[in-house]
């Protein structure tokens, strides 16, 4: 079955960085968009990214446009969201997405908290 797992949030400082991965299985990555999402607590789920199958189309929210960047390796079934600049505004679940056919997956969440 598909299947999306996250990994590596935390707690960082304003200011810092922190790379997110999603390992994906059960479809066929390379022929699949891929999307981050987030969720702040009492707000509503927002996309922050897409990546194209191929990886050369990305886009971006507003708010994080210039500061994060969405990338793949298709070998690995991975896709990835380094966040730079982080602001405490991006404290968020945040969440690695995909459609399979008509039924769409997330993942699991990786918690990450930006504050001193």
């Known amino acids: 079955q598909v299947r999306l797992v996250e990994s590596g949030g935390g707690l960082v400082q304003p200011g810092g960085s922190l790379r997110l991965s999603c390992v994906a299985s059960?479809?066929?990555?390379?022929?699949?968009?891929m999307r981050w999402y987030r969720q702040a607590p009492g707000k509503e789920r927002e996309l922050v990214a897409t990546?194209?199958?191929?990886?050369?189309?990305?886009n971006y929210a507003a708010s994080v446009k210039g500061r994060f960047t969405i990338s793949r390796d298709n070998a690995e079934n991975t896709v990835f969201l380094q966040m730079n600049s982080l602001k405490p505004e991006d404290t968020a679940v945040y969440y690695c997405?995909?459609?399979?056919?008509?039924?769409?997956?997330w993942g699991q969440g990786s918690q990450v908290t930006v504050s001193s």
């Open positions: 990546i194209s199958s191929n990886g050369i189309n990305r």
């Open positions: 059960g479809f066929t990555f390379r022929t699949s968009a």
């Open positions: 997405h995909t459609y399979h056919g008509l039924l769409q997956y």
